[in-house]
């Protein structure tokens, strides 16, 4: 037995906006999109490399102020990937943190003014334990 990948369900709150923000800003892919035709909440399925998430605008579904962890080889070379690209919400910096080499958490600016929902994309490190 084994556990695959976790692909979780962020709640969002404007499909339009979470499409600029992890598509334009982030540079995930939109796998797929499921948008009612009644006008409903729409579901989003978007990847990048192994990191996949679900986006749901579904109140029911996610929950505001979730974190997700990603883990990255190479942060660095995000980091300037999306400091290239304006983004007038956000602008992360790279931590250091006593659980991980080194960190940069991402704001949702959907959700910035009422609440923090955060992504930490930690640096991997290369030992023993994994």
């Not at 084994?2 to 692909?7: I, K």
């Not at 690209?85 to 991402?106: L, Q, S």
């Not at 992504?119 to 490190?125: A, E, I, Y």
Request: charged letters at 25%; a negative charge.
């Amino acid at each position: 037995m084994s556990l695959e990948a976790c692909h979780p369900a962020l709640r969002i709150f404007n499909v339009v906006r979470a499409k600029w923000c992890y598509l334009q800003w982030l540079g995930f892919h939109l796998d797929w999109e499921c948008r009612p035709e009644n006008g409903g909440p729409s579901i989003i399925k978007v990847s990048r490399d192994k990191a996949v998430l679900h986006l749901t605008e579904h109140y029911g579904e996610g929950s505001p102020c979730a974190k997700v962890f990603i883990r990255i080889d190479h942060l660095d070379e995000l980091h300037q990937e999306i400091m290239e690209r304006p983004n007038p919400f956000m602008r992360p910096g790279i931590e250091a943190a006593e659980w991980c080499e080194k960190f940069m958490t991402v704001i949702d600016p959907l959700v910035i003014v009422s609440y923090s929902w955060r992504k930490h994309l930690p640096q991997s490190t290369n030992t023993q334990s994994e």
